[in-house]
């Protein structure tokens, strides 16, 4: 059966108080679904929050890293430093870091490489923007951004990735895809993998879905049948509702 995850990206959210306030109330809550739970502060909050949410069942994620292992890239962070403070899995690819940092499939394609080689997992997003869906290219641009950054890797390689659709329209926008478009979308995902991987690695790969979940419609979302999940924004950064997706399972 395929692993079911919910993970909050707080983006740019949260100092270090704010970041262990929120640990606190994130552990006080009851978890009553079998989905794992991931939350990823803050470069300069992770090594804190990664003590502060040991033994919880919480895991700490990054949200971005450099494909570089160390020298002369101011500002940046790589996978071993990552991996030095115990962090295990690292989300890449996200419409934000396209869109403001001008990542690309080729350069995520490294980055993919890097956080695989130190034997993390990666949760690589991607989605189509609104005029690609108004146009009906949803599809097209999907496909695209599958083959340009993750159609190299071996299928050993390959199972250590977690997909987060998210198309971009429905980002930090209250606007959701439906339930329906949802699946639509997973369920072609999930094809273009068995068509380049075999049906086993596609059935076994986790599909997130990110773009406006709440505790509203987090239930029917996470009813279709080929939605594993979600990647959760500005309903991450409250407890409550955190776990009332992650119990939505
Ligand atoms: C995201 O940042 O990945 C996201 C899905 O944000 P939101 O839930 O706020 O739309």
Request: hydrophobic fraction near 40%.
């Amino acid at each position: 059966m395929r692993k079911h995850i919910v993970a909050g990206n707080w983006k740019m959210n949260n100092g270090l108080i704010q970041t262990e306030t929120l640990i606190v109330e994130l552990k006080k809550q009851e978890k009553t679904s079998d989905a794992e739970v991931m939350i990823a502060p803050t470069f300069t909050n992770l090594w804190h929050a990664f003590q502060s949410a040991k033994q919880s069942g919480i895991e700490v994620i990054a949200q971005n890293m450099h494909f570089a292992e160390n020298g002369a890239y101011t500002g940046e962070i790589s996978a071993g430093m990552l991996k030095s403070i115990g962090i295990q899995t690292v989300i890449l690819g996200h419409s934000e870091r396209r869109a403001y940092f001008n990542e690309t499939d080729e350069s995520l394609a490294k980055k993919v490489d890097a956080a695989l080689a130190n034997g993390m997992r990666v949760i690589f997003c991607f989605g189509e923007e609104l005029s690609d869906r108004k146009s009906g290219n949803e599809e097209i641009i999907v496909e695209s951004q599958l083959k340009n950054a993750l159609f190299h890797l071996s299928t050993d390689a390959f199972k250590h990735i977690v997909l987060a659709y998210e198309p971009v329209w429905a980002i930090g926008t209250g606007e959701t895809a439906t339930p329906d478009q949802a699946q639509t979308m997973h369920a072609f995902i999930r094809k273009t993998i068995a068509e380049k991987y075999g049906n086993d690695v596609a059935d076994s790969i986790s599909i997130l879905y990110g773009g406006s979940v709440k505790p509203s419609n987090a239930k029917e979302i996470f009813s279709k049948p080929d939605v594993d999940g979600g990647l959760i924004g500005g309903a991450s950064l409250k407890a409550e509702d955190f776990f009332a997706i992650v119990n939505a399972f």
